[in-house]
């Protein structure tokens, strides 16, 4: 019995160690992916304005495994039903799998926009913004973040914190640009009111109602056929799947199956929960999704000597709240109730430590800490 997780994101990491410690030991694991490393993607934007927490965003895979093989490779293609993977270094075959490859940075088409817009996906994406924007530091003007959800509004922010760290506020303008009415669009409004003061208090321009068009060097065109110039660009305007799934999101149901053999998690796919809610692609609902695709992948695993098709675990989401910073601010909203100072940078602190410890990177867990929280002489 073989079976193959594709991807190294939350989804995919979770996954594994799930698997880990629930499948039998005859059982083969494989995860695949092309980078060395998982990445702690809802910490991302703190590598903007403190480069060198990067190393403790990024945790080697094989630290991450207890007994699953790491494959080093991109996943070109999958046959959901046939248990068949393409990959740039030839094909795996599976008795059943899992897509959690994440989703890529969505450019909808629009002319220039890839070009010319930063996204932020990868440390890379993270050490290019610095120092484009450092530079911007030292001649003046402005940097615009298309896209106001959290990663959005979270680079802003720490752009903000940077300008002010580098007596720049007076001469570096930052616009947050966002095509729905409210920032953090699809949140509860007291969240989006809190997110949207803090904004304002760090001197963030916010523009919304603001379609973009298209992208030249310097301008984008917005669809009431004005410009917003800009010497800086930044696009977190939104996600599509990744390319083995051809650029497409696949929506699956509450028992998350993809095929016969496959079932889809995280970002690369679009869930409909067992409610009929469509669940929203975050870090949260990935890990929570990775349970359910856990134990329906033990259920086939365990029916692999035949029999019917055994009875698979659904998936509802249900929200443990929402956290996001704002440079030097955090805004946490858990239930009904709005949280913001220490209490709120506790929370999101919390999250990220918890993270590292259960996929079994302790000593950045520990690490992380110290510099959130510093030490005791």
């Given at each position: 019995m073989h079976v193959v997780v594709l991807g190294a994101g939350y989804a995919g990491v979770t996954l594994v160690r799930k698997l880990e410690r629930t499948l039998p030991k005859t059982a083969a694991i494989t995860l695949v992916d092309k980078r060395e490393t998982h990445l702690v993607q809802h910490l991302l934007h703190r590598a903007v304005r403190t480069p060198e927490i990067a190393d403790q965003l990024c945790v080697p895979l094989d630290d991450c495994c207890e007994r699953a093989t790491v494959r080093h490779a991109?996943?070109?293609?999958?046959?959901?039903?046939?248990?068949?993977?393409?990959?740039?270094?030839?094909?795996?075959e599976f008795d059943a799998g899992a897509v959690c490859l994440g989703a890529q940075t969505a450019y909808y088409g629009l002319p220039g926009l890839a070009e010319h817009g930063t996204p932020l996906k990868r440390p890379e994406d993270a050490e290019d913004i610095r120092k484009r924007f450092l530079e911007l530091c030292e001649t003046g003007g402005r940097v615009v973040i298309g896209g106001a959800g959290l990663s959005g509004i979270q680079v802003a922010g720490e752009l903000a914190e940077l300008a002010n760290d580098e007596r720049a506020d007076d001469t570096v303008a930052v616009e947050l640009i966002e095509q729905q009415p409210t920032v953090a669009p699809g949140f509860p409004a007291p969240f989006q009111d809190a997110i949207a003061e803090k904004l304002t208090e760090r001197g963030i321009s916010i523009k919304t109602d603001t379609t973009v068009k298209s992208a030249t060097d310097g301008t984008l065109d917005v669809a009431d056929s004005s410009s917003i110039p800009y010497d800086q660009l930044v696009w977190t305007g939104g996600i599509t799947g990744p390319g083995a799934l051809s650029n497409v999101r696949p929506q699956v149901r509450s028992t998350l199956r993809l095929g016969q053999r496959t079932f889809g998690v995280g970002d690369a796919v679009r869930v409909i929960d067992d409610n009929g809610t469509m669940a929203p692609a975050t870090a949260q609902t990935a890990v929570r999704q990775a349970a359910i695709a856990a134990e329906?992948?033990?259920?086939?695993?365990r029916r692999d000597g035949g029999g019917f098709d055994p009875r698979l675990s659904r998936y509802v989401y249900d929200s443990l709240g929402w956290v996001a910073t704002v440079g030097d601010g955090t805004v946490a909203q858990v239930g009904s109730n709005v949280l913001t100072g220490t209490p709120a940078k506790t929370?999101?602190?919390?999250?990220?430590?918890q993270h590292l410890a259960g996929i079994g990177a302790v000593e950045e867990a520990i690490d992380f800490a110290q510099d959130t929280f510093g030490t005791e002489s």
């Open positions: 991109t996943v070109d293609a999958v046959e959901y039903d046939a248990g068949q993977v393409t990959l740039s270094d030839g094909t795996l329906n992948i033990e259920a086939l695993v929370l999101k602190a919390t999250i990220g430590i």
